[in-house]
């Protein structure tokens, strides 16, 4: 999690996390609609702790976060982007309660991969996630079209060459003794990496589900398309190992 920045413009918090424009919220204000600390608020330029202050609009309270991390069962179909002209993103999915401004997801999945995202407007929590000198680990499920054998375990062990990339070693286990299902757990995050690595052994890869960030499994009570709050103890988890 981002560490403490202190007090932030009032008005710049509440418009982030309510429907109102910074406009709408001068009307407040002007008003003696906007209380913090059980005082209201005079001057347009007012300034306030999300961590520390207690803030009240139109007499209703206000839970005022500095940032938000969302946990996301993303379904099939939909794109991990901000926006898209063509295809629903996975901003789409969040419902108006928790829209912040600034959400963006940490780390794409495919169109066709379901799974665990996460979104947050929390850019340096992001980074250390993504980063790859931090190099979280992510789980996946792989459902495959032809069996996987222990070359193929070997292979993703010692680190794979696909195309001009080097992969970093990653764990491949056979979860299935088909060796049509295997979890794949990897510390990066290139371009289709896995349906690359197990298609250079002629295998195709019909589905692909992200189960784990780091140290944090989706949760299995959130239905495919909804999303929920994290809390500190799971933020944590994800930067476990």
């Given at each position: ?9 009032l ?6 996390q ?15 609609q ?19 202050d ?19 069962h ?47 407007n929390?850019?340096a929590?992001a ?9 979280v680990p992510?789980v996946?499920?792989?459902r495959l079209d ?11 062990a010692?680190?794979m060459?696909?195309?001009?990339d ?7 286990e056979?979860?299935?003794?088909s060796?049509l ?11 289709h990496?896995i349906?690359r690595?197990f ?5 195709g ?10 140290g944090l ?20 988890k994800?930067?476990?190992e």
């Amino acid at each position: 999690m981002a560490e403490r920045k202190g007090p932030e413009r009032l008005d710049k918090l509440i418009a982030a996390q309510t429907s109102l424009s910074r406009r709408e919220v001068h009307q407040l204000i002007s008003r003696g609609q906007v209380v913090v600390n059980g005082q209201a608020v005079r001057g347009f330029d007012a300034k306030a702790d999300p961590d520390l202050d207690q803030v009240t609009v139109s007499g209703r309270p206000l839970a005022l976060k500095r940032y938000s991390y969302l946990m996301l069962h993303k379904p099939r179909g939909v794109v991990c982007a901000t926006q898209d002209r063509a295809l629903p993103t996975v901003l789409d999915l969040v419902p108006p309660p928790l829209r912040r401004s600034g959400l963006f997801p940490a780390g794409r999945l495919d169109k066709d991969t379901t799974g665990f995202v996460l979104l947050t407007n929390d850019g340096a929590f992001a980074h250390r996630i993504l980063s790859p000198k931090s190099h979280v680990p992510k789980v996946y499920t792989a459902r495959l079209d032809s069996p996987a054998g222990p070359e193929v375990c070997q292979a993703f062990a010692q680190g794979m060459r696909i195309g001009s990339d080097q992969c970093l070693p990653a764990l491949l286990e056979l979860v299935d003794p088909s060796g049509l299902v295997a979890r794949v757990t990897l510390r990066e995050g290139m371009y289709h990496q896995i349906k690359r690595m197990f298609g250079a052994f002629g295998i195709g890869v019909e589905e692909l589900h992200r189960d784990r960030i780091g140290g944090l499994d989706l949760d299995p009570a959130l239905p495919v398309g909804n999303c929920r709050e994290l809390n500190r103890e799971e933020l944590e988890k994800i930067l476990q190992e």
